[in-house]
């Protein structure tokens, strides 16, 4: 797996920081991880208005940043001016490959028409150029899964597919809309799954391997309707997924304007 030519990756810290003679050791790189924005500006403004007050070295964005929501361009553009390592989800794949439509249901498949009417150029081939798995340093990050971007990791079962494609001990998905994490030892028959509607923290520690959702920014359907985001730190031995409120109502409002179908809107505030 090639890492994405924009992502700043710990190499390049690491070499900054041989100039200012310091050790790798001594050097900490805060990931900011987020997924599943379907085109939400309120949403993706509120995440990163909080994120930029959190000392982030680098955004990871798991698939999924269009599609639903009433602001395609807006989102694409904003996660490629934070510089996020992205890599694709099925939405983002149906909205500029019409043979992929059939795929989603009639409402899902609206929007994504809609989407591709909206899409501009230069964010239609950005989003053609995302890969569907990426490994930043020692985490790999997929959609669904690492198998398969459409498979849905809902249980223990679905979570072995990803560790038993991957070494890594850290695996961020997204795709099912949920907060939550798998955990899994060797020796142990299979991952365990611990689900985190309202956050929560995920202590690493080395003697096992981690399979993270940091939930949906734009559509969470975990009966949480806040946003959803997660931070890792390489230096502290943990990954801490939060919620925010963020302003619904305007989201709402943009999707009814642009004409969308009305459930996208309803969901939002049932977190469904
Ligand atoms: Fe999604």
Partial sequence: MKQSRNSIGKEEIVNYAYVCQLTESSI?????????????????????????????????????VVGYGASPNECCQLIQQIEAVC??????????????????????????????????????????????????????LCHGSIPDPDHYTITARDASYSFQATSA?????????????????????????????????????????????PGSVGQPRDRNNQASFAIYDDQQPEVAVYRTPYDIQAAQQMIFDADLPAIMAWRLSWGI
């Avoid at 309120?42 to 990871?60: K, S």
């Avoid at 099912?176 to 985190?196: D, I, L, N, R």
Wanted: glycine share 6%; net charge negative; proline share 5%.
């Fill in 87 to 140: 890599i694709r989800g099925n939405h983002d794949e149906g909205a500029v490959s019409p043979a992929k439509e059939q795929w989603f249901n009639p409402e899902a498949r609206a929007c994504l028409i809609w989407t591709r009417q909206q899409l501009t150029e230069d964010n239609r081939r950005w989003l053609k150029s995302l890969e569907p798995t990426t490994q930043v340093d020692d985490m790999v």
């Fill in 169 to 213: 001990p850290l695996i961020f998905f997204g795709h099912t809309h949920y907060a939550e994490w798998f955990t899994y030892q060797s020796g142990e028959a299979m991952p365990v799954q611990h689900q985190h509607p309202e956050g929560g923290t995920c202590a690493i520690n080395e003697q096992a391997r981690y399979l993270i959702n």
């Fill in 28 to 64: 900490t790189v805060r990931y900011a991880i987020i997924s599943d924005v379907h085109g939400n500006l309120p949403a993706l403004e509120q995440v990163i208005g909080l994120l930029e007050h959190r000392d982030i070295d680098q955004y990871l964005c798991l698939g999924d």
